[in-house]
């Protein structure tokens, strides 16, 4: 999935390839989501990008969109108590 520790290049539905940077990996109730930003994000505006990483039918890592609105507040919900807890410190 990731051409190296810290990034990775996805691909959408026309052939086009987008580098982003991998921010963070969580795991919530037995489940791992990527938190991503842009790569060549140029602002601070930029929203980061939640997906739920699975495998395939042959067993290869991908990368799922969240479209359960309930499992979405979760991850998010996740995601702020990590970034407080990094505020602590």
Do not use: C, H
Not at 35 to 58: C, E, F, N
């Amino acid at each position: 999935m990731a051409d190296n520790e810290n990034t990775i290049v996805l691909t959408d539905e026309e052939g086009n390839s987008f580098e982003f940077l991998v921010v963070d990996v969580l795991e919530v109730e037995d489940n791992e989501y990527v938190i991503l930003l842009p790569a060549d994000m140029d602002d601070d505006d930029t929203d980061a990008l939640v997906l739920k990483v699975g495998r395939d039918k042959d067993g290869s890592e991908v990368l799922f969109e969240i479209e359960d609105e309930a499992e979405w507040e979760k991850v998010t919900q996740t995601w702020e108590e990590a970034i407080a807890g990094e505020d602590n410190y």
